[in-house]
Structures are given as C-alpha cells and as structure tokens.
C-alpha cells in the first residue's frame, strides 16, 4: 500500500536554528501534501496545504514566514521552521493524496510524525 | 467554528473487554464523519467512515453510527485485543474534500492481556 515517509522522526535544535522535516510518498507521486501540527493532548491542527510546483496554502494564524512549506517534486514536500523557538516544539505530521485518486480522506496518507524539541 | 471533541485518555482495557471511545461534533451542514487509528511508530490509517446520518461505519471489528440528533460518532468494539493498543482520532470534514479534516484530541486505548 502507499506509505509516507517523514524524517527525522525526532529532532532536538538550540533555539534560533531551523529545521527541515522532510514528507515523501515512497511508491506513489502526490500532487497535494499536508502539514499538521499537534501539540500534547490537543487535535491535529491543519498547517497548510502544498501543491506540487505551486505555493502552499496557509491556514488562518500561521506564519508562511516561520513555516517554509516546499513541495518541488511529486514525491518530497518539506516543512522548515526557521529561527526555531521553545513555542515551537511540537509533533508535525504530514500527510499526502494519490494523484489522480477520487477526492475523499480513504486516499490519504498520513507520515508517523516528527518530533521537534527546541531548547 | 467546527470542532471534535472525543473522551481523554488514557484507556486501559483487558483483552476481550467492550470498548467505547465517545466522540462528539460540531459542524455547520451536513460533516462527514472519520475514525483514525496511530499504531505506534507509524502514520494515521483511516479505520473508519459514514458520509450521512445513520450510516454505520465499520472495519476489523470496530463500529460507528453517524448520530445526527446527538452529534456523535461514538467507537465501538466488542471485544478488544492487545493489537488494537493505539490512539484513536475522530474526525469530520465538511468541505466535500479531504484537506480540510478537523480531529479530536486522540485517545490512547491500552489493552494488556
């Protein structure tokens, strides 16, 4: 089946520093990827949504700016959090579509999440 | 705004024991209703839907019934096994798509035998 892949799974950085996450889709090209974030005990809040070839998509409150989304291929989107802060440690889960798959959350699939600490 | 509120974990269960994972929604129209389900170590799986009231989602032994008139979409399973350890995400979409998913909070299910 499709599998996603998200590295590195944890990561520890100093405060100031950014960080790259990488989301790749391993057998299947995604147009479309997403970026959520969770912080402990909370829901998985929607970050933003990249298009391959095309600017991300933010949600309402989160900073393109601090969020670097880039999805230049139909395989590898990648979340950077520049100038890293203590706020900003937290679970981020990506997620992509199949290409050419029917719309509906059944053709999702969903990284294992990487864990940003940020001393 | 639309939201899912489902119960804190954690919950601990024995093996063969009856699960319910309470979920419930706020939504304007008419969301459609999901069961997520984290494996250790591994991405979100869709465990589950319903795209209208009444409907009853199922799979690998799990059950949820969209209730519109309770705006619940409670999890259920008859008998637990120590595999099933996980957290579970309710979640719903109202935008016709999938990118706009909103989840719960995630319940973590222990089961020891």
């Known amino acids: 089946g499709a599998v996603v892949s998200q590295h590195p799974s944890r990561v520890i950085c100093k405060s100031g520093t950014s960080v790259k996450i990488e989301c790749r889709s391993l057998?299947?090209?995604?147009?479309?990827m997403f970026w959520y974030r969770q912080f402990p005990k909370q829901s998985l809040m929607l970050m933003a949504t990249s298009n391959e070839g095309s600017k991300a998509t933010y949600e309402q409150g989160v900073e393109k700016d601090k969020f670097l989304i880039n999805h230049a291929s139909l395989t590898l989107s990648t979340l950077t959090v520049t100038s890293a802060h203590p706020e900003d440690s937290s679970f981020y889960i990506c997620?992509?579509?199949?290409?050419?798959?029917?719309?509906?959350?059944?053709?999702?699939?969903f990284g294992a999440g990487s864990r940003l600490t940020v001393l | 705004g639309d939201s899912v509120t489902q119960m804190e974990g954690p919950v601990t269960l024995s093996e063969e024991a009856f699960l319910t994972i309470n979920c419930t929604y706020t939504a304007t129209g008419y969301p459609s209703l999901f069961w997520y389900v984290q494996y250790p170590g591994e991405g979100l799986q869709l465990l589950l839907k319903?795209?209208?009231?009444?409907d009853k989602g199922s799979n690998k032994g799990f059950e949820a019934t969209y209730r519109k008139e309770t705006t619940s979409f409670h999890l259920e399973k008859g008998s637990v096994q120590v595999s099933d350890s996980a957290v579970y995400f309710c979640?719903?979409?109202?935008?016709?798509?999938?990118?706009?998913?909103?989840f719960g909070a995630g319940t973590r299910l222990a089961v020891h035998p």
């Open positions: 057998d299947f090209q995604a147009t479309t």
């Open positions: 319903a795209t209208k009231a009444d």
């Open positions: 979640a719903l979409t109202t935008s016709g798509g999938y990118n706009k998913l909103i």
């Open positions: 997620s992509a579509s199949q290409t050419g798959g029917s719309s509906g959350a059944n053709v999702l699939t």
